[in-house]
Nanobody
Framework: VQLQASGGGLVQPGGCLRL?????????????RAWYRQVPGRERELVAK???????TYAESVQGRFTISRNVATNTHYLQMNDLTVEDSGVYYC?????????WGQGTQVTVSS
């Protein structure tokens, strides 16, 4: 199973992007969907997480600006990013956990720059 992440790009501060994460095949029993971000020299960090009961967690730095969502029918999850800042730049990875197995997408680059 592969996760295809897309939607990254170059945007000016204050702009918005929507990231998508599509699995190569339907996955049942997903317990956790998330987006992580990594910048050079730093560890990968959690940006947003949605667990099976619908509870959502955001990193404090993106609270109120980012929204994680899912489409159960297509097994896709999204990250709507609004009011982007330079500090939001990085490679964004989507993540899915099913049982004891973790799946990672290949990463999509987000660059916020004027």
């Amino acid at each position: 199973v592969q996760l295809q992440a897309s939607g990254g790009g170059l945007v000016q501060p204050g702009g918005c992007l929507r990231l998508s994460c599509v699995p190569s095949q339907r996955l049942s029993g997903i317990s956790n969907r998330a987006w992580y971000r990594q910048v050079p020299g730093r560890e990968r960090e959690l940006v947003a997480k949605m667990i099976v009961n619908g509870d959502i967690t955001y990193a404090e730095s993106v609270q109120g600006r980012f929204t994680i969502s899912r489409n159960v029918a297509t097994n896709t999850h999204y990250l709507q990013m609004n009011d982007l800042t330079v500090e939001d730049s990085g490679v964004y990875y989507c993540f899915v956990r099913r049982g004891i197995v973790n799946y990672w997408g290949q990463g999509t680059q987000v660059t916020v720059s004027s």
